[in-house]
C-alpha cells in the first residue's frame, strides 16, 4: 500500500491550499483516508476522514468550515481543500488509511490507521 501526498508549501494568511494524496487502486477500494497534521515536538493531530464505502466526512472541529476532504474514484486520490488558512494551520500534513473492516469510524487516532504517506510542510505567514 503507498500513498503519496503533495501540494504542501507557502500561503499567506487567508490563503487557500489543496493537498493531494494518490494512493494505489487496492488501498482506495476498501480504506478510509485520512488527512492528520504534525507541528514539531507534538503528536499526530487528526483534520479530516472520508469513508471509502460513502464518502462520508468528519472534521475536527478546527478546521471545520474551512477545510474540505474529497476524492475522485478514477484518480485514486484524496483531496485536503484548505481555505481561510491561519496561521495555526502551519504543519507537516500526512495522508493515511485505514482498513474499513476494522469497523473504526471515524477514526481519529494516528493508531488507528494502518498505512502513512510521507508528510507535505504547510507553511501559513501571517
Known amino acids: 500500500v503507498q500513498l503519496q501526498a503533495s501540494g504542501g508549501g507557502l500561503v499567506p494568511a487567508g490563503g487557500s491550499l489543496r493537498l493531494s494524496c494518490a494512493a494505489s487502486?487496492?488501498?482506495?477500494?476498501?480504506?478510509?483516508m485520512g488527512w492528520f497534521r504534525q507541528v514539531p515536538g507534538n503528536e499526530h493531530e487528526f483534520v479530516a476522514t472520508?469513508?471509502?464505502?460513502?464518502?462520508?466526512?468528519y472534521y475536527t472541529d478546527s478546521v471545520k468550515g474551512r477545510f474540505t476532504i474529497s476524492r475522485d474514484i478514477a484518480k485514486n486520490t484524496v483531496y485536503l481543500q484548505m481555505n481561510s488558512l491561519k496561521p495555526e494551520d502551519t504543519a507537516v500534513y500526512y495522508c493515511?488509511?485505514?482498513?474499513?473492516?476494522?469497523?473504526?469510524?471515524?477514526?481519529?487516532?494516528?493508531?488507528?490507521?494502518?498505512?502513512w504517506g510521507q508528510g507535505t510542510q504547510v507553511t501559513v505567514s501571517s
Open positions: 487502486r487496492r488501498t482506495f477500494s476498501s480504506y478510509n
Open positions: 493515511a488509511a485505514v482498513w474499513y473492516a476494522r469497523g473504526v469510524w471515524p477514526a481519529q487516532n494516528s493508531y488507528e490507521y494502518d498505512y
Open positions: 472520508i469513508r471509502w464505502s460513502d464518502g462520508s466526512t
